[in-house]
Structures are given as C-alpha cells and as structure tokens.
C-alpha cells in the first residue's frame, strides 16, 4: 500500500512513474495536468509506442464508442511532433478530437487502466500519457529505480487502490464546537489510512438521547456553496438546513465528506463549470472531463457509523444511491426525511439536472416558485 501512496503523491506533483504488470510488460505513466512539451519523449510524442489512456466517458464525449471502461488511443508519430496542448485538449478539451493525431481506439492494458485509476484517487485528470517499455527500456530505467528516483508499482495494487486500506480508518481527534444551527455540536475527525482525505462527523446533541432511529446525513463537502455561498448549488443551504434539521429532531449525526464535486476534486469542478459556462449540464460536463455521472464511493460513511455504533439510521437526503450505498454497506434505513435547498435562476439548471440524469428527488422543490 505504501508504494501506492507514494505514486499517487508523484503524479499529482506531475512526476512520471512505471507501472509493471503480471505478464511482465510495463509502461511509463505521465499525468496529462500540468503537462509540457518538455514531459514529452524528446520533446514531442513522437515514440511508436506512446498513447492517450483516457476512460469511456471520455471518449463518448469525442464522439466514439467502446465497451471496455477505459481506452487507448495510440499517438500517432509523423513528421510534425504533437505538443503537449494538443495531447491535453484530446484528453479534457471540449471540441473534437484533432484529425491525424490518434490511432483507432483500444481497450485500455491492465497496467494502463491502472495508471487511471490512479488519476482519479489522486484527484486528477481521468486521463494520462503512456508510453509502453520493452525489456531493454525497463532495464534501462531500473537503476533510477533502485536509486528510488523513479518509482515502479504493481498494476494488480494500482487498479484497486480504492480498496486498499478499507475498513482502516483512523479516528484523529475531537472537540466540542458551537454551531449557529446546533449549540451542542461535537467535531469528531477521521483519516482515511493512505492520509489523502479527511472526514468530519458532526455529532450533534446529546448521543445517549438520540432515537433508535439516528437521524443522519452525508454532506459531500463544497468549498464553494458551504464557506462561499455560491449561487451555482444549494449545498450551502442543505448543510445549514442538515444540521438545524438534526437538532430539531433530537440530535443525530452530520457526516462531513471529502467528497468536492461529487468526488471529481477541486480543480475538475472548477473546470466543469467552465464547460457548463459553454452550455453544457452538470453530468455532461464531468462526462467531457472524463468522469461518470457521480464518482463518490459511500463506503467511507459506513466505516464512520459503524466506528460511531450506528446502525440504523433516518436519512436526511433526496438521492437514492445515498440510502443503497448505506443498505449495501450494512446499514439499516429506517426511513428518509426530504432536504431541499432554495431554488434560484442560478442553480435550477443544475437541480434540473441532478433529478433528471442522475434520479435525484427534486421534483418537489422544483416546482415551487
């Protein structure tokens, strides 16, 4: 596991590293954010061997089909190099697909859907450049290796560094803190193992009075709605109105999720709504960026229940992968309270879309005045 965090902790530093599979063949990964020409082989991609791993989002998005979740679209090398702007408008821009750059898509190798999976944990862009390595280029890069100036991992471990360290999280520290909506409202923090991502529960009121029936809700945190207030979602609102909800009801818990844009990270919501700026909608903007629909994995709000001793729960929320991924995890639904935010010209379009593509229970609220 710990080889794996030190590689995420290199790509998002744009730093390249090796993926070796179990057949024995390997690839260089490079992250395509921030990349430059000077990432490139000599400069530009002109290796025979060099391509664009992008996931079938992606390439939906270009235009293209495949069945496999993950493609490659091998990099074609002619007498005028490809830079590096060309390779991450193919990955992530919002036109078409550049004629004579790129191959006939593939299905993706296991070490190249390994090196996404890897974008997507270290909150990058789903996509990453790719050069595969014969037996004399591996040995080549060995000595970097060993010297611990190159890093290679397993492609088996990188693939499903999701799953590493489930059912590890750490309970960090704790504190009473105040709130406007919940005078007696407790801090507790958790680490999950890898030490990338940190998640509060907000136990609110006294736990020895709540119900059988805790009520709860999964916040996924949004640093523009909750501390900024924007206008372009009403996660600011649900989060207030969450937590005077709980305290009404006796108490409960709030679970405060590392989870910004619906799992995509900061700087991919910050670039989806530039994309939604040119007119598209929230799932189809993070469809052009790379993603699906809603990349949050809710097995991180079980861990924290069952370390809580909460079992059975009353669930604040209006999306029902919330309550299945709580079911599947375990955890018993008593129920579900409804929790809507103010509907405005700035954000219906986005609350539109969240019940119509991803069956989001806003109908209600959306047609209030």
């Known amino acids: 596991m710990h080889q794996i965090e030190r590689a995420i902790f290199d790509l998002r530093r744009g730093v390249a590293i090796i993926i070796d599979d179990e057949h024995g063949t390997s690839v260089l990964v ?13 400069g530009s991609c002109s290796a025979p061997s060099c391509n664009l791993v992008v996931s079938r989002h992606r390439l939906a998005s270009l235009g293209m089909s495949i069945r496999a979740k993950v493609a490659c679209l091998p990099i074609q090398s002619g007498r005028t190099p490809v830079r590096a702007n060309a390779v991450v408008d193919a990955a992530c821009g919002s036109g078409t697909l550049a004629a004579n750059l790129f191959g006939a898509a593939r299905p993706a190798t296991t070490a190249e859907r390994a090196a996404l999976a890897l974008m997507r944990r270290a909150l990058l862009l789903p996509a990453a450049l790719t050069i595969a390595l014969d037996e004399r280029q591996r040995r080549a890069f060995q000595t970097q290796v060993e010297r ?16 590493l360290g489930a059912g590890l999280l750490k309970r960090i520290s704790e504190a009473q803190v105040p709130l ?14 890898d030490g990338l991502r940190e998640h509060l529960a907000v136990l609110i009121g006294e736990p020895e009075l709540w119900s059988d029936d805790v009520p709860v809700r999964l916040h996924s945190a949004c640093l523009t709605g909750d501390l900024f207030g924007s206008l372009r979602c009403d996660c600011g609102e649900q989060l207030r109105s969450g937590v005077r909800t709980i305290d009404e009801m006796g108490g409960g818990v709030l679970l405060y999720l590392a989870q910004e844009g619906r799992g995509i990270g900061l700087a991919n919501k910050l670039r989806a ?8 909608d929230t799932v189809e903007a993070d469809q052009i960026l790379g993603f699906g629909e809603d990349e949050r994995r809710y097995s991180v ?13 009353r669930l604040l929320t ?11 995890g375990g955890i018993e639904i008593a129920g579900r309270e409804k929790l809507y935010g103010r509907v405005t010209n700035e954000n219906r379009r986005y609350l539109t879309a969240k019940a119509a593509r991803s069956g989001h229970w806003l109908d209600e609220a959306l047609v209030r005045k």
């Open 30 to 42: 490079q992250p395509i954010e921030g990349l430059s020409d000077s990432d490139l082989p000599s």
């Open 148 to 163: 611990g100036e190159l890093l290679a991992v397993s492609a088996r471990e990188a693939e499903h560094c999701f799953e």
């Open 180 to 193: 406007e909506e919940a005078s007696k409202a407790r801090f507790v923090l958790f680490r999950e193992p």
């Open 273 to 280: 709504y530039t994309l939604q700026d040119e007119g598209h």
């Open 301 to 313: 709000a079980v861990d924290m229940l069952a370390a809580l001793e909460i079992r059975r729960v």
């Open 318 to 328: 209006n999306n029902p992968a919330k309550i299945r991924a709580l079911a599947e």
